[in-house]
């Protein structure tokens, strides 16, 4: 079981906006503002798309938008695109006295 | 544009030792502030953190791997590696190094395109 809990799967047609919730502890996310997101295609590395909540590295799409409430962050993408089809995982820094990052279990988002 | 590419063997033998290595293009392991990271994904399942060598030298392991793990680095190669002992079926994974800067830490900037170890008989 994964330290952060995302949707198993969410879809959505082309032009329409989605939202990945990613819920957490007042361990991790409800904390800290260090909760990135990520995009993995199938059989390719990870992505990142958001880090510190919100921000976007350089090249990455401005459709892509992340926020925070509490314990839950949320990743947005809007004008949903076929090539948005892919697997989200959000991740935190933790004050666990173990590890320093969790991850959600992931999201399959499908663009139908 | 850092570049990190994974390299070992693609199947361990159950009770051995998994070793990889991860080369760095384009940036120094020694130098600057980054944590180079190993992160690692089971079949159909998510990611798990497994540790990390710093810039400095200092590492940090995942406690559930930690009697087993040594990440360790060769600077004059420019890389960083991963050793875990005692493999399991459990131990199968793609087995990815990523970088992240210490300024936005735990955020992993740039990965390798991870490599599968299968443990196996």
């Known amino acids: 079981q994964s330290a952060l809990t995302q949707p198993a799967s969410l879809s959505g047609s082309p032009g329409q906006s989605i939202t990945i919730s990613c819920t957490g502890t007042n361990s991790d996310v409800g904390s800290y503002d260090y909760v990135s997101w990520y995009q993995q295609h199938p059989g390719k590395a990870p992505k990142l798309m958001i880090y510190e909540v919100g921000n976007r590295p350089s090249g990455v799409s401005n459709r892509f938008s992340g926020s925070k409430s509490g314990d839950r962050a949320s990743l947005t993408i809007s004008g949903l695109q076929a090539e948005d089809e892919a697997h989200y995982y959000c991740s935190s820094y933790t004050r666990s006295s173990t590890v320093d990052v969790v991850f959600g279990g992931g999201t399959k988002v499908t663009v139908l | 544009q850092v570049q990190l590419q994974e390299s070992g063997p693609g199947l361990v033998k159950p009770s051995e030792t998994l070793s990889l290595s991860c080369s760095v293009s384009g940036g120094s392991v020694s130098s600057g502030t980054y944590y180079w990271t190993w992160i690692r994904q089971s079949p159909g399942k998510g990611l798990e953190w497994v540790g990390y060598i710093y810039y400095s030298g200092t590492t940090k392991y995942n406690p559930s791997l930690k009697s087993r793990l040594t990440i360790g680095r060769d600077t004059s190669k420019n890389h960083f590696s991963l050793k875990l002992n005692s493999v399991t079926a459990a131990d199968t994974a793609v087995y990815y190094c990523?970088?992240?800067?210490?300024?936005?830490?735990?955020?992993?900037?740039?990965w390798g395109r991870g490599t599968l170890v299968t443990v196996s008989s």
């Open positions: 990523a970088r992240s800067p210490s300024a936005s830490w735990p955020s992993f900037d740039f």
